[in-house]
């Protein structure tokens, strides 16, 4: 039987940031529940600082180091299944949680015994250059907020989730996704075999720094993670087909390629690939310039280059595990509902097709 008035904390850490990890440790704890924390070390070769393993002897945090390096998902895993609290809290090992996010959870948890979670919310900084602008302008951590928009909800991200040990999967997070996705994979899973949602907790906040440095090859994992879940049966429900975006164009004209120098020329099909790229861009700077309400070309380029990342790393994951029918597939991320329509419009699809078939049809006739 779990300890229904106890709360695991699970941080898997590769980093051991002491001061960060302090923070996190020095929380206010609510009345009435006891906290445990699970701190899993899953770099072997970094020292871990003397404060941390002060703890650790005192018993006010559980340490485990793992041997080898195991990834986020094992780690996480390793550390859920070492508590024996009713509640895990799931949280990432550089985030600043507020003084009073273990209170809000608590009031949760006290009028929904039987919830199999509650969502929080991850909050990033203020963006201080055109890179963290775009990152927001582009909607990539508009999940980390959905707690504030939305009573219920089928997944956050895993930097702020408190789940309910006696609803989860057994399996928990799928151990072989290591590009990303596995949080949505395994929280939309566990929602759909529970046939519940996770109840939203505004109150219950952390924040998150920036990805600093490394962001087009972060936005291509995430791509190439969302493709790899895509094909499980949790998710593939929720997935559609949707107008070709710019590098699935790219691989059409090149599958096409003998045919338009059969009947043009190598100069007619690089002005069409260069009119492709040039759209694309065009469009990025049309929404930029709307969502921010000024024109900014370093914004705009950042813009262009994220959402071409991830569109990228999704084709080429699906591409390189022989799985066509990636190629126009979406997964609707919101999971609203099973089979969602297929090929959406939006402004800026419209936008974007208008000027296409203008500028290849002014090409080719």
């Known amino acids: 039987m779990y300890q229904s008035s106890s709360i695991d904390i699970v941080i898997p850490s590769f980093r051991l940031d002491e001061s960060i990890l302090l923070n996190i440790f020095k929380i206010e704890r609510p009345d009435g529940f006891l906290v445990n924390f699970y701190l899993v070390a899953d770099n072997p070769s970094i020292v871990i600082p003397n404060r941390i393993l002060e703890l650790a002897a005192k018993n006010e945090i559980n340490l485990i180091r793992n041997e080898v390096n195991l990834g ?43 919830s199999i979670g ?27 907020k959905s707690a504030t928009q939305k009573s219920e909800l089928m997944w956050v991200p895993t930097t702020n989730i408190m789940l309910n040990r006696e609803s989860m999967d057994p399996a928990l997070f799928n151990e072989n996704l ?14 759909l075999l529970n046939k519940k949602k996770y109840i939203s907790v505004p109150d219950a906040i952390v924040e998150h720094p920036w990805w600093l440095g490394g962001t087009t090859k972060r936005l291509f994992r ?62 990025n700077c049309i929404r930029g310039t709307f969502l921010t309400g000024k024109f900014s070309l370093s914004l705009n380029v950042n813009l262009f280059w994220i959402k071409n990342c991830y569109e990228a790393g999704y084709l080429f ?39 296409l078939i203008i500028m290849f049809t002014a090409t080719l006739l």
């Open 72 to 114: 986020f998902s094992k780690t996480r895993n390793n550390g859920i299944r070492l508590g024996n609290s009713k509640w895990v809290l799931l949280l990432d090992d550089d985030i600043v949680p507020s003084e009073k996010l273990l209170i809000a959870y608590a009031d949760a948890i006290k009028s929904n015994q039987d």
């Open 118 to 144: 509650f969502a929080g919310v991850t909050n990033f900084p203020e963006p201080f250059d055109a890179t963290t602008l775009a990152l927001e302008v582009n909607g990539d951590t508009g999940h980390c």
């Open 178 to 191: 290591s590009k990303g996705g596995e949080d949505v994979e395994f929280l939309v899973r566990n929602a």
């Open 222 to 283: 995430y791509g190439a993670g969302a493709a790899q879940i895509a094909a499980f049966p949790s998710i593939n429900k929720y997935t559609y087909y949707n107008f070709t975006n710019t590098s699935e164009t790219l691989l059409l004209l090149l599958i096409l390629s003998p045919l338009i120098l059969v009947n043009y020329s190598s100069s007619v099909l690089f002005l069409l690939a260069l009119i492709l790229i040039s759209i694309e861009f065009i469009t």
């Open 317 to 355: 994951e699906s591409l390189s595990r022989g799985r066509l029918s990636g190629f126009g597939e979406r997964i609707e991320m919101g999971f609203a509902k099973e089979n969602p329509g297929w090929f959406r419009l939006n402004k800026w699809k419209i936008i974007k097709m208008v000027l």
